[in-house]
Protein backbone atom coordinates (compact mmCIF):
# COMPACT_ATOMS: atom_id res chain seq x y z
CA UNK A 1 0.00 0.00 0.00
CA UNK A 2 1.20 3.45 -1.38
CA UNK A 3 1.94 5.69 2.22
CA UNK A 4 1.11 9.15 1.78
CA UNK A 5 2.95 12.41 2.71
CA UNK A 6 1.48 15.64 3.08
CA UNK A 7 2.24 18.72 4.99
CA UNK A 8 0.64 19.20 8.22
CA UNK A 9 -0.85 22.72 8.00
CA UNK A 10 -1.26 25.12 5.65
CA UNK A 11 -2.21 29.17 5.70
CA UNK A 12 -3.33 30.97 3.02
CA UNK A 13 -5.64 34.84 1.98
CA UNK A 14 -8.60 35.10 0.35
CA UNK A 15 -8.26 35.06 -3.22
CA UNK A 16 -4.85 33.22 -3.25
CA UNK A 17 -4.32 29.88 -5.04
CA UNK A 18 -3.23 27.53 -2.63
CA UNK A 19 -1.21 24.29 -3.74
CA UNK A 20 -0.74 21.54 -1.56
CA UNK A 21 1.59 18.34 -2.16
CA UNK A 22 1.05 14.72 -1.37
CA UNK A 23 4.14 12.52 -1.65
CA UNK A 24 3.83 8.93 -2.39
CA UNK A 25 7.11 7.09 -3.35
CA UNK A 26 5.66 3.81 -3.39
CA UNK A 27 2.49 4.18 -5.42
CA UNK A 28 1.41 1.34 -7.86
CA UNK A 29 0.84 0.69 -11.33
CA UNK A 30 -2.39 0.55 -11.09
CA UNK A 31 -3.06 3.18 -8.30
CA UNK A 32 -4.78 6.39 -8.25
CA UNK A 33 -4.77 9.53 -6.55
CA UNK A 34 -8.17 11.23 -4.94
CA UNK A 35 -8.22 14.12 -3.02
CA UNK A 36 -11.07 14.43 -0.17
CA UNK A 37 -12.14 17.52 1.84
CA UNK A 38 -13.25 17.13 5.66
CA UNK A 39 -14.85 20.46 7.55
CA UNK A 40 -14.99 19.15 11.31
CA UNK A 41 -17.41 17.10 12.31
CA UNK A 42 -18.60 16.16 9.14
CA UNK A 43 -17.51 12.81 6.61
CA UNK A 44 -14.74 13.74 4.04
CA UNK A 45 -16.35 14.68 0.73
CA UNK A 46 -14.85 13.60 -2.91
CA UNK A 47 -12.17 16.53 -4.69
CA UNK A 48 -10.90 14.88 -7.37
CA UNK A 49 -8.96 12.38 -8.96
CA UNK A 50 -6.45 12.01 -11.56
CA UNK A 51 -3.99 8.83 -12.54
CA UNK A 52 -1.76 11.13 -15.04
CA UNK A 53 -1.01 14.32 -15.93
CA UNK A 54 -3.24 16.90 -15.24
CA UNK A 55 -7.21 16.33 -13.77
CA UNK A 56 -9.41 20.05 -14.02
CA UNK A 57 -13.04 19.98 -12.15
CA UNK A 58 -15.12 22.79 -11.63
CA UNK A 59 -13.59 23.16 -8.05
CA UNK A 60 -9.60 22.31 -8.18
CA UNK A 61 -6.96 20.63 -10.62
CA UNK A 62 -4.65 18.03 -9.78
CA UNK A 63 -1.20 17.81 -11.21
CA UNK A 64 0.59 14.72 -11.29
CA UNK A 65 3.71 14.38 -12.83
CA UNK A 66 5.12 11.82 -14.82
CA UNK A 67 6.94 9.40 -12.29
CA UNK A 68 3.56 9.36 -10.17
CA UNK A 69 5.50 9.34 -6.89
CA UNK A 70 4.01 12.64 -6.17
CA UNK A 71 0.64 15.06 -6.86
CA UNK A 72 -0.67 18.45 -6.02
CA UNK A 73 -4.44 19.67 -5.33
CA UNK A 74 -4.76 23.27 -6.67
CA UNK A 75 -7.15 25.43 -5.54
CA UNK A 76 -7.81 28.55 -7.31
CA UNK A 77 -9.14 31.70 -5.44
CA UNK A 78 -9.44 30.60 -2.23
CA UNK A 79 -12.85 31.31 0.07
CA UNK A 80 -13.00 31.31 3.95
CA UNK A 81 -15.11 28.33 3.05
CA UNK A 82 -12.02 26.37 1.62
CA UNK A 83 -11.01 25.94 5.54
CA UNK A 84 -10.92 22.41 5.75
CA UNK A 85 -8.70 19.44 6.12
CA UNK A 86 -7.67 17.54 2.72
CA UNK A 87 -6.30 14.31 2.23
CA UNK A 88 -4.78 12.80 -0.28
CA UNK A 89 -5.44 8.65 -0.93
CA UNK A 90 -3.63 6.44 -3.34
CA UNK A 91 -4.99 3.17 -3.88
CA UNK A 92 -7.85 1.39 -5.80
CA UNK A 93 -6.95 0.70 -9.22
CA UNK A 94 -8.39 -2.11 -10.85
CA UNK A 95 -8.01 -4.57 -8.50
CA UNK A 96 -10.26 -3.09 -6.55
CA UNK A 97 -10.63 -1.14 -3.54
CA UNK A 98 -8.88 -3.68 -0.79
CA UNK A 99 -7.34 -1.48 2.25
CA UNK A 100 -7.50 1.95 2.16
CA UNK A 101 -4.38 4.14 3.68
CA UNK A 102 -5.54 7.42 4.26
CA UNK A 103 -2.44 9.92 5.34
CA UNK A 104 -3.03 12.43 8.24
CA UNK A 105 -3.97 15.17 6.12
CA UNK A 106 -2.72 19.12 5.48
CA UNK A 107 -5.08 21.71 7.66
CA UNK A 108 -5.68 24.80 5.09
CA UNK A 109 -6.47 27.87 7.36
CA UNK A 110 -7.58 30.63 4.96
CA UNK A 111 -8.32 34.19 6.35
CA UNK A 112 -9.93 37.13 5.47
CA UNK B 1 -31.58 11.42 -2.13
CA UNK B 2 -28.02 9.28 -2.04
CA UNK B 3 -26.42 9.11 1.21
CA UNK B 4 -24.90 6.73 3.67
CA UNK B 5 -26.81 7.03 7.57
CA UNK B 6 -24.84 6.01 10.45
CA UNK B 7 -26.43 5.72 13.99
CA UNK B 8 -26.45 6.58 16.48
CA UNK B 9 -24.63 9.94 16.00
CA UNK B 10 -23.53 10.19 19.10
CA UNK B 11 -23.21 7.56 21.86
CA UNK B 12 -22.01 7.68 25.40
CA UNK B 13 -21.51 4.36 26.93
CA UNK B 14 -19.55 2.08 29.69
CA UNK B 15 -16.67 -0.04 29.85
CA UNK B 16 -17.90 -3.86 28.50
CA UNK B 17 -21.54 -3.39 27.88
CA UNK B 18 -21.76 -4.47 24.04
CA UNK B 19 -22.91 -2.18 21.43
CA UNK B 20 -23.57 -1.82 17.14
CA UNK B 21 -23.18 1.38 14.96
CA UNK B 22 -25.53 0.83 11.91
CA UNK B 23 -24.23 1.76 8.71
CA UNK B 24 -27.07 1.95 5.86
CA UNK B 25 -26.78 2.88 2.20
CA UNK B 26 -29.11 3.97 -1.01
CA UNK B 27 -26.59 3.59 -3.62
CA UNK B 28 -26.03 -0.46 -4.37
CA UNK B 29 -22.73 0.35 -3.56
CA UNK B 30 -20.91 -2.86 -3.35
CA UNK B 31 -18.20 -1.82 -1.40
CA UNK B 32 -18.40 -0.48 2.25
CA UNK B 33 -15.95 0.50 4.81
CA UNK B 34 -15.43 1.83 8.35
CA UNK B 35 -13.42 3.98 9.76
CA UNK B 36 -11.70 5.66 13.18
CA UNK B 37 -10.80 9.46 12.82
CA UNK B 38 -9.07 10.35 16.46
CA UNK B 39 -7.14 13.78 17.04
CA UNK B 40 -3.62 13.65 15.04
CA UNK B 41 -3.93 10.33 13.25
CA UNK B 42 -6.45 11.44 10.51
CA UNK B 43 -8.73 8.39 8.77
CA UNK B 44 -8.02 4.97 9.65
CA UNK B 45 -9.82 1.75 8.16
CA UNK B 46 -11.18 -0.59 10.42
CA UNK B 47 -12.76 -3.14 8.38
CA UNK B 48 -14.27 -3.35 5.11
CA UNK B 49 -16.48 -4.96 2.68
CA UNK B 50 -16.58 -5.56 -0.80
CA UNK B 51 -19.57 -7.08 -1.02
CA UNK B 52 -22.85 -8.93 0.68
CA UNK B 53 -20.51 -11.50 2.73
CA UNK B 54 -16.71 -10.43 2.01
CA UNK B 55 -15.69 -8.42 5.03
CA UNK B 56 -12.08 -7.88 5.43
CA UNK B 57 -9.88 -6.11 8.22
CA UNK B 58 -8.28 -2.83 7.81
CA UNK B 59 -5.51 -1.41 9.67
CA UNK B 60 -6.65 -1.49 12.91
CA UNK B 61 -9.53 -4.77 13.29
CA UNK B 62 -9.15 -5.23 17.00
CA UNK B 63 -11.55 -5.08 18.91
CA UNK B 64 -14.34 -4.62 16.52
CA UNK B 65 -16.68 -6.89 14.27
CA UNK B 66 -18.37 -6.40 11.34
CA UNK B 67 -21.13 -7.99 9.25
CA UNK B 68 -22.51 -7.65 5.75
CA UNK B 69 -25.35 -9.91 5.47
CA UNK B 70 -27.63 -7.23 3.22
CA UNK B 71 -25.77 -5.09 0.21
CA UNK B 72 -27.10 -1.69 2.16
CA UNK B 73 -25.99 -2.55 5.19
CA UNK B 74 -22.68 -3.19 7.30
CA UNK B 75 -23.00 -2.51 10.93
CA UNK B 76 -19.99 -2.02 12.92
CA UNK B 77 -19.99 -4.31 16.78
CA UNK B 78 -17.77 -3.30 19.62
CA UNK B 79 -18.18 -6.54 21.78
CA UNK B 80 -16.68 -4.85 24.66
CA UNK B 81 -15.93 -1.41 24.07
CA UNK B 82 -12.85 0.06 26.07
CA UNK B 83 -11.94 3.58 26.63
CA UNK B 84 -9.05 3.28 23.46
CA UNK B 85 -12.17 2.86 21.29
CA UNK B 86 -13.74 6.42 22.33
CA UNK B 87 -13.26 7.84 18.58
CA UNK B 88 -15.11 9.15 15.59
CA UNK B 89 -16.59 6.94 13.58
CA UNK B 90 -17.29 7.00 9.73
CA UNK B 91 -19.13 4.44 7.76
CA UNK B 92 -17.84 5.02 3.45
CA UNK B 93 -19.40 3.04 0.53
CA UNK B 94 -18.76 3.24 -3.46
CA UNK B 95 -18.91 1.48 -6.50
CA UNK B 96 -16.57 -1.58 -6.42
CA UNK B 97 -15.23 -1.77 -10.22
CA UNK B 98 -14.37 1.98 -11.47
CA UNK B 99 -17.85 2.28 -12.21
CA UNK B 100 -17.82 6.23 -11.88
CA UNK B 101 -15.09 8.40 -10.90
CA UNK B 102 -14.12 5.79 -7.38
CA UNK B 103 -15.91 8.33 -5.30
CA UNK B 104 -16.44 7.51 -1.37
CA UNK B 105 -19.41 8.42 0.14
CA UNK B 106 -18.97 9.20 3.71
CA UNK B 107 -22.06 9.36 6.46
CA UNK B 108 -21.91 12.00 8.92
CA UNK B 109 -19.92 10.62 11.56
CA UNK B 110 -21.14 8.52 15.31
CA UNK B 111 -19.03 10.20 18.10
CA UNK B 112 -18.50 7.49 20.68
CA UNK B 113 -16.97 7.83 23.83
CA UNK B 114 -16.59 4.84 26.67
CA UNK B 115 -16.58 5.65 30.30
Known amino acids: LAKTTQPISMDSYEGQEVNITCSHN???????ITWYQQFPSQGPRFIIQ???TKVTNEVASLFIPADRKSSTLSLPRVSLSDTAVYYC?????????????FGTGTRLLVSP | EAQVTQNPRYLITVTGKKLTVTCSQN?????MSWYRQDPGLGLRQIYY???????DKGDVPEGYKVSRKEKRNFPLILESPSPNQTSLYFC??????????????FGEGSRLTVL
Open chain 2, 92 to 105: ASSFLWDKNTGELF
Open chain 1, 26 to 32: NIATNDY
Open chain 1, 50 to 52: GYK
Open chain 1, 89 to 101: LVGRGNTGFQKLV
Open chain 2, 27 to 31: MNHEY
Open chain 2, 49 to 55: SMNVEVT
